[in-house]
């Protein structure tokens, strides 16, 4: 038995995305930018799923811009405005590392949350100058589920910095909220197609009408000229029929899924001392349950998890080879010690009952085994 609790850092394919990727990865062939009539259906295709993309995210088909997932299209953003206009880049400190470390390495300025993980509106304010050229800030975050003030946000930086664009990374965001009202207020908004249902390796970034961006990758000069390279016309079709399908659904798997993700915080916050929820529940999506857990290590937790059939993760990356505490919860000022114990559990459109009745039944128990070994190892 597999219990899925990883929806945020990939989601199943939904049926209606793969019966619409089925025929291109079989017998319609065509390369969109041909002229013989296979390239011209294969254009096509991906002309009806722009459609698509575009009335779900609330723009018109020549602003989106499909690229090879979220990464790429939040560099896409970031770079691409600078490299055009100029300025500095400006995000909050619970950004994804696709737009921290863009920002970072132009040298642009990271704003303080609070301990909710929501931005700081007077630290944004403060940060605001006419140098600044882009900002953004997320609109869900992909660890603890926050949503961000982006109406808010996006009010400061017009009054502030007239002349920057916002962007957002709404990556986590579309399975849950209506993207198109949402990001309404942003220039830029990225989305990945694997996160609501869809392929990996496609995604798409919405470019307003009179905002300009340098391309990333130079060559045939697709997508306008702003991101060249063959589409993935699978890819690109998949996609747009998950969007469908999220969209059609999003209503009841919210409500369904937000009950499911209560039962299961609920649930560990009773059965587990020294347990916290990270963040405000009342601020996050649905799908997101994270936890801080004292007196163990989410790596060593993450084994038993997964020795039980659970597929979970940490708020942490691995680098050089050690748990290093996330940034987020760092930001949202988070004890170091603490921040090693955290847990996300993120569910989604396939999560059921027995999902988080497996999770209760697991998770206490392996967490008291980890503390049992460290009493012992503490022991005199």
């Given at each position: 038995?597999?219990?899925?609790?990883d929806?945020?850092a990939t989601?199943?394919?939904?049926?209606?995305?793969a019966?619409?990727?089925?025929p291109f990865?079989?017998?319609?062939v065509g390369?969109?930018?041909?002229g013989?009539?296979?390239?011209?259906?294969a254009?096509?295709?991906?002309?009806e799923?722009?459609?698509?993309v575009?009335?779900?995210?609330?723009?018109h088909p020549?602003?989106?811009?499909f690229?090879?997932?979220?990464t790429?299209a939040?560099?896409?953003a970031?770079?691409?405005?600078?490299?055009?206009?100029g300025?500095l880049?400006?995000c909050?400190a619970?950004?994804?590392?696709?737009?921290?470390?863009?920002?970072?390495?132009?040298?642009?300025?990271?704003?303080a949350v609070?301990?909710?993980?929501r931005?700081?509106l007077a630290?944004?304010?403060?940060?605001?100058d006419?140098q600044v050229?882009?900002?953004s800030?997320?609109?869900v975050n992909?660890?603890v589920?926050?949503?961000?003030?982006?109406?808010?946000?996006?009010?400061?930086?017009?009054?502030?910095?007239?002349?920057a664009v916002?962007?957002t990374?709404?990556?986590?965001?579309?399975?849950?909220?209506?993207v198109?009202a949402e990001?309404?207020?942003?220039h830029?908004?990225?989305v990945?197609?694997h996160?609501?249902?869809g392929?990996?390796?496609?995604?798409?970034?919405?470019?307003?009408?009179?905002?300009?961006?340098?391309?990333?990758?130079?060559?045939?000069?697709?997508e306008?000229?702003?991101?060249?390279?063959?589409?993935n016309?699978?890819g690109?079709v998949?996609?747009?029929?998950?969007?469908r399908a999220t969209?059609?659904?999003r209503?009841?798997?919210?409500e369904?899924v937000?009950?499911?993700?209560?039962?299961?915080?609920?649930?560990?916050?009773?059965?587990?001392?020294?347990v916290?929820?990270?963040?405000?529940r009342?601020t996050?999506?649905a799908?997101?349950?994270?936890?801080?857990?004292?007196g163990?290590?989410s790596?060593a937790?993450l084994?038993?998890?997964?020795q039980?059939?659970?597929c979970a993760?940490a708020?942490?990356?691995?680098?050089?080879?050690?748990?290093?505490?996330?940034h987020v919860?760092?930001?949202?000022?988070?004890?170091?010690a603490l921040?090693?114990g955290?847990l996300?559990?993120?569910?989604?459109?396939t999560s059921?009952?027995g999902?988080v009745?497996h999770?209760?039944?697991?998770?206490p128990a392996?967490v008291?085994?980890l503390?049992?070994?460290?009493?012992l190892?503490?022991?005199?």
């Amino acid at each position: 038995m597999v219990t899925y609790l990883d929806h945020a850092a990939t989601t199943p394919m939904r049926p209606e995305c793969a019966d619409a990727m089925l025929p291109f990865l079989g017998g319609r062939v065509g390369n969109p930018s041909g002229g013989h009539a296979a390239a011209r259906a294969a254009r096509q295709a991906i002309e009806e799923a722009r459609e698509t993309v575009a009335e779900t995210l609330g723009a018109h088909p020549g602003e989106v811009v499909f690229t090879g997932g979220g990464t790429e299209a939040d560099n896409l953003a970031i770079t691409g405005v600078l490299a055009r206009q100029g300025g500095l880049p400006l995000c909050s400190a619970v950004e994804h590392h696709a737009v921290l470390h863009p920002v970072q390495a132009l040298e642009g300025r990271v704003v303080a949350v609070h301990g909710d993980g929501r931005v700081d509106l007077a630290a944004l304010d403060a940060a605001l100058d006419t140098q600044v050229g882009v900002v953004s800030l997320m609109l869900v975050n992909n660890e603890v589920g926050t949503v961000q003030p982006l109406a808010e946000a996006t009010a400061l930086v017009a009054e502030r910095a007239p002349g920057a664009v916002v962007h957002t990374d709404a990556v986590q965001a579309f399975p849950w909220l209506d993207v198109a009202a949402e990001a309404a207020p942003a220039h830029l908004v990225a989305v990945s197609a694997h996160k609501f249902g869809g392929p990996q390796g496609v995604g798409a970034l919405v470019v307003r009408e009179g905002v300009a961006v340098e391309p990333l990758l130079r060559g045939g000069g697709q997508e306008r000229d702003r991101r060249s390279g063959t589409h993935n016309v699978a890819g690109i079709v998949g996609m747009a029929a998950a969007m469908r399908a999220t969209v059609a659904h999003r209503g009841g798997t919210v409500e369904r899924v937000a009950r499911l993700r209560d039962r299961l915080a609920d649930g560990l916050l009773s059965a587990v001392p020294g347990v916290t929820e990270s963040g405000t529940r009342a601020t996050k999506v649905a799908g997101i349950c994270s936890l801080l857990i004292e007196g163990i290590e989410s790596e060593a937790l993450l084994v038993l998890l997964d020795q039980a059939g659970i597929c979970a993760t940490a708020a942490s990356s691995c680098a050089s080879g050690a748990m290093e505490p996330s940034h987020v919860l760092a930001a949202m000022g988070v004890p170091r010690a603490l921040a090693y114990g955290s847990l996300r559990l993120s569910l989604g459109w396939t999560s059921t009952d027995g999902d988080v009745e497996h999770a209760l039944e697991v998770v206490p128990a392996a967490v008291a085994q980890l503390r049992e070994r460290t009493a012992l190892t503490l022991a005199p």
